[in-house]
Structures are given as C-alpha cells and as structure tokens.
C-alpha cells in the first residue's frame, strides 16, 4: 500500500533517512496472513487459529522509534481492542488475532509509531 510518508507519519518522516524513497507500508510493518503449513513439520509458535496474523516491525520501522521504545509498542498493541489475542514471539515479530485485514493493521501500527516518536522523542 502507497503511503504518504511526510503527511500521514510526519514523526516517523522526521526519524528517516530522507535519501531512501519511502512510499510503501512495508518498508515499516509487514503483515502476513497465518496460516497452517501442513509440510512444515515444526511447531508454529502461531497457531492460525490464535493469531490469524503476523506482524513483523522492519529495521527503518525499529530504528526511527527507537529500541528502547520497542516495549510500549508491543505493551500498546496488547491492549488495543481491536486485537483479540496478541503474542510477541520476539520484540518486533507479533501474533495477532484481529478482524482487521492486513492494511488496516499495518496502519493501526504505523500511527501507534508515529505516536510514540512524537510521545517520547
């Protein structure tokens, strides 16, 4: 999905390398469908019928909030109404389960970002 960096993000605009051409969600927040992988013979972490998404925050995405700042993001998340159950498997990779599709989701995520930068800097 095309984004306006500078006017949707303005927070996350300020934080970013203003070399790269930035005009994709997906450079931020990834969201996948989860599925089951019937020829994976490992465990998933995330069951489908769980999490029904994955959320992965990207390095530009990382950086521009701060790691440091990684902890309310995912403790935000959690809380938010809109996700029925939410895992964090590793500090920037979720689990969620939400009837919001993909872009919805990434974009809830990208404003909670873009909140927090301008909240703490």
Do not use: H, W
């Amino acid at each position: 999905m095309k984004i306006d960096l500078e006017k949707d993000f303005p927070n996350i605009y300020s934080k970013v390398d203003k070399d790269d051409f930035i005009d994709e969600l997906r450079y931020f927040v990834v969201v996948d469908e989860n599925y089951e992988d019937f020829d994976d013979e490992e465990n998933d972490v995330f069951d489908p019928a769980e999490y029904n998404y994955l959320v992965y925050i990207t390095q530009r995405a990382v950086d521009a909030l701060g790691k440091e700042n990684l902890e309310a993001l995912y403790n935000s998340l959690d809380k938010d109404s809109s996700f029925e159950n939410f895992l964090v498997a590793e500090e920037d990779l979720y689990g969620v389960k939400s009837e919001l599709n993909e872009e919805e989701i990434g974009l809830k995520v990208m404003r909670l970002i873009d909140k927090l930068i301008e909240e703490r800097g």
